[in-house]
């Protein structure tokens, strides 16, 4: 079934040359399209976290950033995420989309910029010619108390427990017992990760666009209602506007080779990746005593891990060994409610590999996925075995795999390199 709907995959794309080729030749006669200066047939492509995805927005396929540049925007954007996933994925996420070529690629994830380098390189090889955009976002959670460096949540959960963020009398409180003086921006980690950022964009050829924050960080934190939705961690609708226009500015100077390379799927000749996370699709075949695929969140899906351990078929479409990863649910700060488990993979004797489920996320109860490099796998299928050795409060979560080039290192989520 697979094979057959990529083959009329494939059919579609092709049947589509003749138009793209026509859309190439009026790529720099520009119109005004929804309010923005912007040519409608520029192919738009973004990866990025909840916030590229349109978490909070009334319509997220209308409301978010790509959808205001383009209406036919193929938003590729994974609540909870890293840019660890689709550097891995790249080929498996983009033959999902309507289109083989894209012309701007848009990259926002606020919080981890882990492999957004490696992410960029793959882009560029594939898409020579592509306009990439590294969109940087902020939000209030990213403020500090200027004396203890205390981060913002951890402070008013010490103080004032019981208050919850997303309500006026969060916002009250620090207004009225606190003074512009003693709040900060992580300027530390904030400098280490633009240095990162500007690097990855120059190496590639890109942008970088910032989201405008306030002057000081007390403004941020009292003043940032209107770019922010109500949990004030997802930018708003008004928030998802001021992105589309800013990053509309530059792609409307920008000069596109016509017509545009397509390159190769870089190291490795490309990936085949399974990922349920957000439809509760696309789960590998699987055995164990009560292990299941649950939704355990609005639109959020996993693989539950009994105790009893579970079996999972991993396949390996390429003539050759490839490197699995395991993508899974983790939280922070520590001690997570997910059990660490232990992962078998019977192939040339490799060590079992354990799962850590705890982060060092800045932000309370944060949970999000994290990417673990496992082990070889020959052509064809392998079992793998997984085996939790906590009996905690949450069950072990599996959110997808990947079957994709060795990079010699884990790709767990983290902050910044600073």
């Given at each position: 079934?697979?094979?057959?709907?990529?083959?009329?995959?494939?059919?579609?794309?092709?049947?589509?040359?003749?138009?793209?080729?026509?859309?190439?030749?009026?790529?720099?006669?520009?119109?005004?399209?929804?309010?923005?200066?912007?040519?409608?047939?520029?192919?738009?492509?973004?990866?990025?976290?909840?916030?590229?995805?349109?978490?909070?927005?009334?319509?997220?396929?209308?409301?978010?950033?790509?959808?205001?540049?383009?209406?036919?925007?193929?938003?590729?954007?994974?609540?909870?995420?890293?840019?660890?996933?689709?550097?891995?994925?790249?080929?498996?996420?983009?033959?999902?989309?309507?289109?083989?070529?894209?012309?701007?690629?848009?990259?926002?994830?606020?919080?981890?910029?882990?492999?957004?380098?490696?992410?960029?390189?793959?882009?560029?090889?594939?898409?020579?010619?592509?306009?990439?955009?590294?969109?940087?976002?902020?939000?209030?959670?990213?403020?500090?108390?200027?004396?203890?460096?205390?981060?913002?949540?951890?402070?008013?959960?010490?103080?004032?427990?019981?208050?919850?963020?997303?309500?006026?009398?969060?916002?009250?409180?620090?207004?009225?017992?606190?003074?512009?003086?003693?709040?900060?921006?992580?300027?530390?980690?904030?400098?280490?990760?633009?240095?990162?950022?500007?690097?990855?964009?120059?190496?590639?050829?890109?942008?970088?666009?910032?989201?405008?924050?306030?002057?000081?960080?007390?403004?941020?934190l009292v003043y940032q209602n209107k770019i922010f939705g109500v949990?004030?961690?997802?930018?708003?609708?008004?928030?998802?506007?001021?992105?589309?226009?800013?990053?509309?500015?530059?792609?409307?100077?920008?000069?596109?080779?016509?017509?545009?390379?397509?390159?190769?799927?870089?190291?490795?000749?490309?990936?085949?990746?399974?990922?349920?996370?957000?439809?509760?699709?696309?789960?590998?075949?699987?055995?164990?005593?009560?292990?299941?695929?649950?939704?355990?969140?609005?639109?959020?899906?996993?693989?539950?891990?009994?105790?009893?351990?579970?079996?999972?078929?991993?396949?390996?479409?390429?003539?050759?060994?490839?490197?699995?990863?395991?993508?899974?649910?983790?939280?922070?700060?520590?001690?997570?409610?997910?059990?660490?488990?232990?992962?078998?993979?019977?192939?040339?004797?490799?060590?079992?590999?354990?799962?850590?489920?705890?982060?060092?996320?800045?932000?309370?109860?944060?949970?999000?996925?994290?990417?673990?490099?496992?082990?070889?796998?020959?052509?064809?299928?392998?079992?793998?075995?997984?085996?939790?050795?906590?009996?905690?409060?949450?069950?072990?979560?599996?959110?997808?795999?990947?079957?994709?080039?060795?990079?010699?290192?884990?790709?767990?989520?983290?902050?910044?390199?600073?």
């Amino acid at each position: 079934f697979r094979h057959a709907a990529a083959q009329g995959l494939r059919q579609q794309k092709q049947q589509q040359a003749p138009e793209e080729e026509q859309r190439r030749r009026q790529l720099n006669h520009h119109h005004h399209h929804g309010g923005l200066v912007l040519n409608p047939n520029l192919k738009i492509i973004a990866f990025g976290t909840s916030h590229t995805y349109g978490a909070g927005l009334t319509n997220r396929s209308t409301l978010a950033f790509p959808s205001l540049l383009s209406p036919d925007a193929a938003n590729l954007g994974i609540r909870a995420s890293s840019p660890s996933y689709p550097a891995l994925c790249l080929q498996t996420m983009i033959s999902k989309t309507a289109y083989e070529q894209y012309d701007v690629i848009l990259l926002e994830f606020i919080l981890w910029a882990h492999h957004l380098d490696l992410l960029a390189k793959r882009l560029r090889e594939r898409y020579p010619d592509a306009l990439i955009i590294i969109i940087e976002l902020w939000n209030p959670f990213r403020i500090a108390r200027a004396d203890t460096n205390e981060m913002v949540l951890t402070w008013m959960e010490r103080n004032y427990p019981g208050i919850k963020y997303e309500t006026p009398e969060y916002t009250n409180r620090i207004q009225m017992l606190t003074q512009p003086h003693e709040w900060k921006f992580q300027e530390e980690a904030e400098s280490g990760r633009e240095r990162y950022v500007q690097e990855t964009a120059k190496e590639v050829g890109g942008f970088v666009y910032h989201l405008p924050r306030m002057t000081t960080a007390y403004e941020a934190l009292v003043y940032q209602n209107k770019i922010f939705g109500v949990d004030r961690n997802h930018i708003s609708e008004y928030g998802h506007g001021i992105v589309a226009n800013g990053v509309a500015n530059i792609i409307n100077n920008h000069q596109f080779r016509l017509p545009p390379r397509l390159g190769t799927w870089g190291p490795g000749g490309g990936d085949s990746c399974l990922n349920w996370f957000e439809t509760g699709e696309d789960v590998p075949t699987f055995h164990g005593i009560n292990s299941e695929v649950r939704r355990f969140a609005p639109t959020k899906y996993s693989l539950e891990i009994s105790m009893a351990g579970t079996a999972i078929q991993v396949e390996n479409p390429f003539p050759t060994d490839r490197t699995l990863y395991l993508m899974y649910m983790v939280m922070g700060p520590p001690p997570s409610p997910y059990p660490k488990t232990i992962v078998t993979l019977p192939y040339n004797q490799q060590p079992n590999v354990e799962l850590d489920t705890t982060t060092k996320l800045n932000t309370l109860n944060a949970h999000v996925t994290r990417v673990k490099q496992i082990g070889s796998v020959p052509p064809g299928s392998t079992i793998v075995h997984l085996f939790p050795v906590e009996d905690l409060a949450l069950p072990f979560r599996l959110t997808g795999l990947a079957v994709s080039f060795d990079l010699g290192e884990d790709l767990q989520v983290q902050t910044p390199p600073v």
